[in-house]
């Protein structure tokens, strides 16, 4: 296999793979490598822009093609980020997406450029015959975004007791080793070109209640989740208040076309919650923070 990658993070230990550094844009410049390589198939794991697409296809030859996106291309994200019901749910490929593109123009979050619209991405990869994996709220090892740190930081930092909202929240997770079979299956199958399919765990609990798996978890904490008022939470659990839209997806496509199955979601949050544990984030616990909770609280 051939990796193709920044090298600015990488696993440790790896699997035995051929390695190119590059930025996206400068693919065209190892045109020769690509071509001796001779893919059988490729993925592309973060094509976020138009261009990003356009980039990999002058590079790139017409070989099965496996394409991660997001479910952020649903309607129903513009609902629970405005506080509105704008689409029932479960979300199925045939759902309504977005109205408004680029939905993170002017946000200022890292990594994510102005012209991030996985519609784009979608659009110009189905067209060259693709399968599209919209994925849903992903943890697991290696999760750049620690989603379940909101607990685990403090378990860490011996608090006792943690403030919630309501914690209805539904929105599909899927651990990132289901993922990856997924993406196995789409190669191996080939029953999804063309298509865009979701992802997803195939029950979803709660918010809160998945908070409560995570502290089960957590190396036998006692953390007590405390519910409190929406408008006194800290910012950082705003999504555990009252939203009027679910995130809440359907992988039936997915299972009926690529018989993919992901594990039991119980067995993977425990194992996501030990390598956490075990692999703590830098940032540390602060006096704000604790006054943030104990107020709240």
Same mark, same amino acid.
């Given at each position: 296999g051939l990796v193709v990658h920044r090298g600015r993070r990488q696993p440790e230990p790896w699997v035995a793979v051929r390695h190119l550094r590059t930025d996206r844009q400068?693919?065209?410049?190892?045109?020769?490598?690509?071509?001796?390589?001779?893919p059988d198939a490729v993925v592309d794991a973060y094509a976020l822009t138009a261009q990003d697409v356009t980039t990999a296809q002058s590079v790139l030859p017409e070989v099965p093609?496996?394409?991660?996106?997001s479910q952020d291309v649903y309607q129903a994200f513009t609902g629970l980020s405005t506080g509105k019901c704008l689409s029932p +749910? $479960?979300?199925? #490929?045939?759902? *309504?997406?977005?109205?408004?593109?680029?939905?993170?123009?002017?946000?200022?979050?890292?990594?994510?450029?102005?012209?991030?619209?996985?519609?784009?991405?979608e659009a110009r990869w189905i067209?060259?015959?693709?399968?599209?994996?919209?994925?849903?709220?992903?943890?697991?090892?290696?999760?750049?975004?620690?989603?379940?740190?909101?607990?685990?930081?403090?378990?860490?930092?011996?608090r006792r007791r943690m403030p919630v909202g309501a914690g209805n929240l539904l929105w599909t997770r899927a651990h990132v080793d289901d993922v990856a079979t997924g993406v196995l299956s789409a190669v191996d199958i080939r029953a999804g070109d063309g298509l865009?399919?979701?992802?997803?765990?195939?029950?979803? +609990? $709660?918010?809160? #209640?998945?908070? *409560?798996?995570?502290?089960?978890?957590?190396a036998g904490a006692e953390l007590e989740l405390v519910r409190v008022p929406d408008d006194v939470l800290p910012a950082e659990l705003a999504l555990t208040g009252s939203p009027r839209q679910h995130i809440l997806t359907s992988s039936a496509l997915a299972q009926s076309l690529l018989s993919w199955a992901p594990a039991d979601p119980a067995a993977r949050v425990a194992e996501s919650v030990k390598w956490h544990l075990d692999n703590p984030p830098d940032t540390p616990w602060t006096d704000d923070d604790t006054k943030a909770d104990d107020e709240a609280v």
């Open positions: 400068d693919l065209p410049r190892h045109r020769d490598v690509i071509r001796d390589f001779a093609t496996v394409v991660l996106s +749910v $479960p979300l199925t #490929e045939e759902s *309504e997406v977005r109205r408004d593109r680029y939905p993170y123009r002017g946000s200022g979050l890292e990594g994510i450029p102005e012209d991030y619209e996985k519609l784009d991405v067209d060259r015959g693709a399968t599209v994996l919209r994925l849903p709220m992903v943890y697991g090892p290696h999760d750049r975004q620690r989603r379940e740190d909101l607990v685990l930081r403090r378990i860490r930092a011996g865009a399919i979701n992802l997803g765990e195939t029950s979803t +609990v $709660p918010m809160v #209640e998945w908070f *409560e798996h995570i502290v089960r978890g957590g």
